[in-house]
């Protein structure tokens, strides 16, 4: 099924950002993946635990939502006129906020694996994508802390920036005085 231009190009995007994150992770060792450079820093492998563990959850904020406006007869499908997605509201000041507990990273782990996985949820995500091209984003509200009440789209774009946030946050890792060479 061809996607909306607008929901397109948010797809395209999230490939774009995952497949830098991805490159990132190229021929890193389970010594790489496991170092930290503090005791109480993440290390890379619980960066992507963390990155999944965010992918699932806005899949299945997806399911609720849809499956919430569906039983009470409010789905409608997506505008044609609709061309841009709503942009997300400024983040608040003070840096990024703490991520919330239940996508908090839960393991390390063997890298193949969280790399196995990581790659598995995304193609979900492009389910998930096409079930958010049929129908307008706009009505299918939720709470997100800080930002505030925020559509179904929104919370996709929100993944978007957090591969992106994240991409920075595994390179500051890897550029840290005392990062494994292998």
């Known amino acids: 099924m061809a996607l909306p231009p607008a929901v397109q190009a948010l797809w395209d995007d999230l490939r774009a950002a995952r497949a830098e994150v991805l490159k990132e992770l190229e021929g890193l060792t389970q010594a790489q993946a496991d170092w930290r450079p503090g005791d109480k820093d993440w290390c890379i492998g619980e960066v992507i635990h963390h990155v999944t563990l965010a992918e699932v959850a806005s899949g299945k904020l997806t399911t609720k939502l849809l499956r919430e406006a569906e039983a009470q007869g409010k789905l409608q499908p997506f505008p044609p006129a609709l061309t841009e997605l709503t942009p997300l509201p400024p983040a608040p000041s003070g840096g990024p906020p703490e991520a919330p507990p239940h996508i908090w990273p839960e393991k390390s782990g063997p890298i193949g694996e969280l790399l196995a996985e990581m790659r598995s949820v995304r193609e979900r995500t492009r389910q998930n994508i096409g079930r958010l091209a ?9 709470i997100h802390v800080p930002l505030g009440e925020l559509n179904l789209a929104q919370a996709w774009t ?4 957090h591969d992106r946030m994240h991409l920075q946050h595994i390179r500051k890792i890897k550029a840290s005085p005392g990062f494994p060479e292998r």
């Open 134 to 142: 049929t129908v307008d984003p706009r009505p299918l509200k939720w």
């Open 158 to 161: 929100i993944i978007l920036n």
